[in-house]
């Protein structure tokens, strides 16, 4: 599938699946390195303030 001279706009479907995307992407960054600073004994900082909500 190839996007052409269609715009992306806000609240276009197409524009919506690619932020859907990028924040699902961003969210398994921050749940890899969560996992990889547990198996060497550190904690991360914004893991400690999210428990605390």
Partial sequence: MYLTAQKLTFGTPIYADIVNH???H???HIV???VW???IG?????VE???NL
């Avoid at 550190?42 to 914004?46: E, G, P, Q, R, V």
Wanted: a neutral charge; proline letters at 0%; hydrophobic letters at 45%.
């Fill in 22 to 24: 990028v924040i699902a």
């Fill in 32 to 34: 890899q390195l969560s």
């Fill in 26 to 28: 961003e969210f398994h």
């Fill in 49 to 51: 303030m999210i428990k």
């Fill in 37 to 39: 600073t547990r198996e």
């Fill in 42 to 46: 550190l904690t991360l900082y914004y």
